[in-house]
């Protein structure tokens, strides 16, 4: 889904226009944006935090070329999804990927990570 997508949807859902929620979304976009960059970070219950977190410097290749390339220590926006979340996503997919994997009718039991 792009961001038109869900400006268009969620106009239709409450009842706004789309300049509206799009103003709406731009504003929170550069909220979490803001506080990112300054290192903090923005946890939205229920559905997950957005933080930044240091990776640390590693040798890596350059595909093309084949040429090893030093990295170093950098830090990048993450996301991290609560559980309630990520356990949603996984029960909504559940047929699929046990169809991907092969498999059919498993219990409830069965671990799809």
């Not at 290192?39 to 090893?68: L, S």
């Amino acid at each position: 889904m792009t961001k038109t997508e869900l400006v268009r949807i969620l106009a239709e859902q409450i009842g706004l226009t789309v300049e509206e929620v799009e103003r709406v979304i731009d504003g929170a976009i550069a909220i979490i944006m803001d506080s990112l960059k300054k290192g903090d970070y923005v946890q939205i219950r229920g559905f997950g935090t957005f933080r930044v977190v240091k990776r640390k410097a590693r040798i890596a290749r350059n595909p093309k070329k084949g040429e090893i390339v030093p990295l170093d220590d950098r830090y990048v926006p993450d996301f991290k999804p609560t559980r309630e979340f990520k356990q949603m996503v996984i029960e909504s997919l559940r047929d699929k990927i046990l169809e991907e994997k092969g498999i059919k009718n498993q219990g409830e039991g069965e671990s799809l990570n």
